[in-house]
């Protein structure tokens, strides 16, 4: 009915014509017009958590490169894992794309019913950015530097309980290294997310937590939790007295919880391509690339943030991941 009246009023002819004209022209051979709506990202986790807020500054500056909005949906649940396959399983036409973390290269291990396979459900769009973990307690932990931190850990076992994001979350990873290479078997408290993992450690009701720096570092600032380090090989320029796990005594301890963006397998190569100039112009942008290094994100060097890139970085990080996992006989179904 609606339709039928808009056709009887001359004067919308000539704009419905110039639709009709506009929806060849986007035909898929000419994708030059691409994209035409907004785009979705979907983000594997819930609001507010570290994946969370690196998606919604990517989506900012990805819409203003490519003059559309790309809108951001959580799509939390078994550790990232429902978003990915929900995002295998999407329309491959440019309009959805995923962000994930280290997770997608864990999952392989964690999952025994896996029902997607990274290495072959996606168009690889490009590696975004590597971040560093903290290593953070509740405000009243009796330990004040890592040193003590270990040895509390080691005094303690079973006693101490290490908060995480869910099985299978990148916090989950780090507190299993964590107490591997400290040698000591804590008591790990899934929470649903990192949101409420956060306000478990703050509310005192865990003692630590393993968590990205977007998340912790404000708190850390703030001085609203214990600090004892940071998990990469070097100490962060952005937190300079702070020790690595490393300096502390824990020998060859690293974890870096990488992000990529990726779209449906068979998303067409030109559309692919554009997405990936967006990736790289969005990271190019001054006010991003402040924000996230003041929150500790490393932005990989534009070499890696392309298909190649993220391809390469997630089929290495597979088969790292793979027998570590497997061997410790963690499963997160
Ligand atoms: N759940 C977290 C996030 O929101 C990260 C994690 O620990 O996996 O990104």
Partial sequence: MHMKLAWKTPALKPAIAVLALTAVWLSPARAQGYPTRPITMVIPFAAGGPTDLLGRSLAQAMSAVLNQSVVVENRPGAGGTLASAAVARAQPDGYTVLLHHIGMSTAPALYRKLNFNPLQAYEYIGHVADVPMTVVGRPDLPPITPKE??????????????????????????????????????????????????????????????????????????????????TTKERLRQLPDAPTMREAGLKDFEVVVWHGVYAPKGTPPNVTAKLNEALQRALQQPALVKRLDDLGVQIVAPALQTPKGLQEKLSAEITRWGPLIREAGTYAD
Wanted: charged share 10%; net charge positive; aromatic share 8%.
């Fill in 149 to 230: 931190f270990i040895a509390y850990m080691k005094a303690n076992g079973s006693k101490v309980n290490i908060a995480h994001a869910g099985l299978g979350a990148a916090s989950h990873l780090c507190g299993m290294l964590l107490q591997q290479a400290i040698g000591s078997e804590a008591t790990t408290v899934p929470y649903q997310d990192t949101g409420p993992a956060m306000t478990g450690l703050m509310g005192k009701q865990v003692d630590a937590m393993c968590d990205q720096t977007m998340q912790t570092m404000s708190y850390i600032k703030a001085g609203k939790v214990k600090f004892y380090g940071v």
